[in-house]
């Protein structure tokens, strides 16, 4: 079986700091995929990054990055410089194979909600 | 235009009674997902479908029915609402190509259920 820890519930900053969002996963499987989905106040989910299980690289996208550590099994997303905007709820997700057949099942985390005060 | 839609966006029902949330895409893909949200639970996978004639359950089946009723079409049916069944319910879709299988949501239908 599959699991995501968001260890941190709600998170508030004031505008322009930096945060750091946590995401800590468990899986047997060698062969998996991370996910992180942004939900704004509005509801939709917005994909916003994967990374598969053989790729530690680093990302950077503008003001968000994100840190891949399977030592660590975690997939840390940091915004920079964070703005208003930014307020939503992040999930973090997890892919990997249920049945041995292929076939990839999504788990979710339960979020962390990012409050950016001006 | 929305590459996938859900209908309706929002529903209020009572108790016992039957309702449909429909799923339609555009983007071509093949495999198709219902979940819902529940506040601090993050998104739970009630059914899943990879083509036209194939159904599976998810995580939490219970109370729930879908008919995928052609390649771009997913409908999720509660057959005897629950007030247990408030919710926000996605639809999700993803390319049988795409080897990470990356999912992409619909905008959500909010169901209450009193």
């Known amino acids: 079986a599959q699991k995501v820890t968001q260890a941190q519930t709600e998170i508030s900053v004031v505008e322009k700091e930096d945060v750091t969002l946590d995401c800590v996963y468990e899986?047997?499987?060698?062969?998996?995929?991370l996910f992180w989905y942004k939900q704004p106040p509005s509801g939709e989910l917005v994909f916003l990054i994967r990374r598969n299980s053989f790729d530690e690289q680093n990302e950077i996208s503008g003001r968000y990055s994100w840190n891949f550590q399977k030592s660590t099994s975690s997939f840390n997303f940091t915004i920079t410089a964070s703005q208003v905007v930014d307020s939503a709820v992040y999930f973090c997700?997890?892919?990997?194979?249920?049945?041995?057949?292929?076939?990839?099942?999504?788990?979710f985390g339960k979020g962390t909600k990012l409050s950016v005060i001006p | 235009d929305a590459d996938v839609t859900q209908t309706p966006r929002n529903r209020i029902t009572k108790t016992g009674k039957r309702i449909m949330l429909e799923c339609s895409q555009t983007k071509g893909h093949d495999r198709m997902y219902w979940y819902r949200q529940d506040p601090g639970l993050g998104l739970r996978l009630i059914y899943y479908?990879?083509?036209?004639?194939?159904?599976n359950k998810g995580e939490i089946s219970d109370g729930y029915s879908v008919s995928r009723q052609a390649q771009a079409k997913f409908s999720l049916s509660l057959e005897s609402a629950i007030p247990n069944q408030t919710a926000l319910y996605f639809c999700a879709t993803s390319d049988l190509r795409d080897e990470q299988e990356t999912q992409y949501f619909g905008p959500g239908t909010r169901l209450l259920v009193l």
């Open positions: 479908s990879f083509d036209v004639k194939d159904i």
């Open positions: 997700a997890l892919s990997a194979s249920y049945s041995g057949a292929g076939s990839y099942q999504l788990t």
């Open positions: 899986t047997r499987d060698t062969t998996y995929y």
